[in-house]
């Protein structure tokens, strides 16, 4: 990579304050505040052109990410908690889905066709309600031990980012992540709850990261390696 870096995107926004870059096997986005001058902007992509040229080179390196389509067929499988259940299908009065321990069911009410829209809007109202339900009660727990209130706890499904804590002490969480094993669901909590203390990445941040979850270093490699695949 030469000295002068060009080929990033420029994000401005009225409501940021400080610049930022994010790299991403797409390539690199640079968030800036409105007011900061672009040669400012370029000196500052200048200075961090060593850590952004180690982080394409990581990501040049992975293998291909594969992508595809669910089918919503039965017999698909789907992940809950990090363990594969394979889809099953019936019909009953009323719609519902239930997971048992060898299979997920969806129950479709009389008036449906089964069709894949269907069943994907059922199976997303049921991540998304055991997402609260689940990331509500260990984010409660987890903040109790730092001594901390937690403000309101969403979840919704985001581009890029699993987890995110307002200065408010709201949390928001990625529901797709009700996918991934409860280790890492443990991780991406622990790391969320710990902004409530220290609200950005210092060394002081990632202790408190470590206290509530020793393996943390595991769970996020794990995120970061295989979060693309968490899909419903």
């Known amino acids: 990579m030469t000295d002068a870096i060009t080929d990033y995107q420029l994000i401005r926004s009225n409501r940021r304050k400080t610049l930022a870059i994010k790299v991403s096997p797409t390539g690199v986005e640079v968030r800036a505040p409105q007011f900061v001058a672009k040669s400012d902007i370029e000196a500052f992509v200048h200075e961090k052109r060593h850590w952004i040229e180690r982080h394409l080179q990581r990501f040049a390196a992975q293998p291909p990410q594969e992508t595809y389509e669910k089918c919503y067929t039965p017999g698909e499988l789907f992940q809950y908690l990090g363990n594969d259940y394979p889809l099953a299908l019936s019909h009953g009065k009323t719609a519902s889905v239930q997971l048992t321990s060898t299979q997920l069911n969806v129950v479709l009410s009389n008036r449906m066709q089964g069709t894949a829209s269907q069943v994907k809007r059922l199976l997303e109202q049921w991540y998304r309600q055991r ?64 902004h409530l203390v220290h609200h950005n990445h210092s060394p002081a941040f990632w202790q408190q990261v470590a206290m509530l979850c020793p393996d943390w270093k595991q769970q996020r490699a794990w995120l970061k390696q295989h979060g693309y695949t968490l899909r419903v």
């Open 131 to 194: 997402a609260l339900a689940v990331l509500s009660e260990k984010s409660h727990q987890q903040a109790a031990r730092l001594g901390k209130a937690v403000g309101d706890i969403r979840v919704r499904r985001t581009r890029s980012k699993w987890g995110h804590c307002t200065i408010k002490g709201d949390l928001q969480y990625n529901w797709l992540i009700m996918a991934a094993p409860e280790a890492v669901i443990d991780y991406l909590v622990a790391h969320e709850v710990s």
